[in-house]
């Protein structure tokens, strides 16, 4: 079967610079250093290009691992049922090795959000635990920010139609292209300089954030009343960070967020999602949840309840947090007025919060505290990190000092 050709929609100029800022900016590769690439078989164009950028910078060697959405779907249709207890540990622990060796991680993001929707819940749950456990050893070389990393996106067909259905699909694929391209940065004339001034406008914010050094931050807006806790020696980052490895890299790209991380036991509270959240191809939508001593106590959603109980069952870490990020209701991707569907781009449209496992790299020393350490200060630990918007421009923020006293950090959405 030959799958159809949408990359005649796309702006080659345009793609060609995000693989470039993907290489030189998102991952700042090293000469000699190897790369992990994972990727969406749609997304071979940029695969290739990206490949060719990372061997120009000097790259060791570039190994790529694609998904298909078929072969995924064949699972849930013919698959036996302990299947779905499995995962391939042994590409996961071939991934780990190669981070331990040096290794860059890359991945491009862009397979179908909802691409499991009609899938057993009860399945997907299964798959996606199975799935958290065997990923964790490489994971934590990733949470743990030991190594320089990078996730961007491609228009794939699937993902486009999703965004923008009411169009035909070289269409939607075309606008789902220029708004990776303008979120991205990559539609200036010089993308790489762009970087550098928005990379230095988050320091800006970060550098106010850990000036203050507030105990907790309080969330305020239409089905929401939050305070969340801020670990002990919590340190907020935003934009270009350097990893263990001394590679200075942006993770993500795009991002308009600064964050830092909870403490696991001080987080008390209700609070609603404003986007929805589409999780490993379920859409999950008004979430409510209620917070006491830092755990999730009660749950719900109009959409999806069934596939978010059972990720705050994966263990016990699911139903605490282990990020807080803030963002402005005004940034490019929330102006856009695109709903993704794709974590990566939404939760930069939104003030969001993470469950799960939380990153070293947001205290003060990270790289030197142990496991035990962080968990002391108040960091999270779990197979799973998972965001969820909950910011817009009717929610306020106020930072709490360790007096009490209040400082006003956002009014409506936006930096006061």
């Not at 400082?407 to 936006?414: D, F």
Request: hydrophobic share 40%; charged share 20%.
């Amino acid at each position: 079967m030959t799958l159809p050709d949408f990359s005649t929609s796309i702006d080659p100029v345009k793609l060609d610079k995000l693989a470039e800022v993907a290489i030189k900016v998102g991952l700042q590769l090293q000469q000699g250093q190897d790369l992990v690439l994972t990727a969406p078989l749609a997304a071979v164009p940029l695969v290739r290009l990206i490949t060719a950028h990372a061997y120009r910078a000097g790259a060791g060697i570039v190994t790529t691992f694609y998904s298909d959405e078929e072969t995924t779907l064949a699972r849930y249709r013919h698959g036996h049922d302990d299947s779905f207890d499995r995962a391939s540990n042994w590409l996961y622990d071939g991934m780990a090795k190669a981070y331990e060796n040096g290794a860059a991680r890359l991945a491009i993001a862009g397979d179908n959000p909802m691409l499991l929707a009609e899938q057993d819940p009860i399945k997907v749950g299964r798959a996606n635990k199975a799935n958290s456990i065997a990923y964790k050893p490489a994971l934590e070389h990733i949470s743990n920010f030991d190594i320089n990393w990078n996730i961007c996106s491609y228009p794939n067909p699937s993902w486009a139609k999703l965004v923008f259905p009411d169009l035909p699909i070289e269409e939607a694929v075309r606008k789902l292209a220029d708004a990776i391209f303008a979120a991205s940065r990559v539609d200036r004339d010089d993308p790489i300089a762009a970087w550098a001034e928005h990379n230095a406008e988050l320091r800006k914010r970060s550098t106010w954030l850990n000036g203050e050094r507030f105990s907790a931050l309080h969330f305020t807006g239409p089905g929401t009343d939050l305070t969340v806790g801020l670990a002990d020696g919590h340190e907020w980052h935003g934009g270009a960070s350097t990893a263990k490895n001394g590679v200075t890299c942006n993770p993500n790209i795009p991002t308009e967020e600064v964050f830092t991380t909870p403490h696991a036991l001080k987080v008390e509270g209700h609070v609603s999602s404003t986007k929805p959240l589409s999780h490993q191809g379920t859409l999950i939508d008004d979430i409510q949840v209620r917070f006491e001593g830092g755990r999730i106590v009660e749950a719900k959603a109009s959409k999806g309840e069934a596939v978010l109980n059972k990720v705050l069952d994966t263990d016990e870490g699911a139903r605490r947090l282990g990020e807080v990020a803030l963002v402005p209701h005004s940034s490019p991707i929330s102006a856009s007025g695109v709903l993704f569907y794709n974590t990566l781009f939404d939760e930069n449209a939104s003030c969001h919060i993470a469950l799960g496992q939380c990153y070293s790299k947001c205290f003060l020393d990270g790289a030197s505290l142990s496991q035990e350490q962080i968990k002391a200060q108040g960091g999270n630990s779990s197979l799973i990190h998972i965001d969820w918007m909950i910011g817009s421009d009717k929610v306020d923020i106020d930072g709490i000092r360790a007096d009490g006293s209040k400082v006003p950090v956002m009014r409506k959405g936006e930096w006061a």
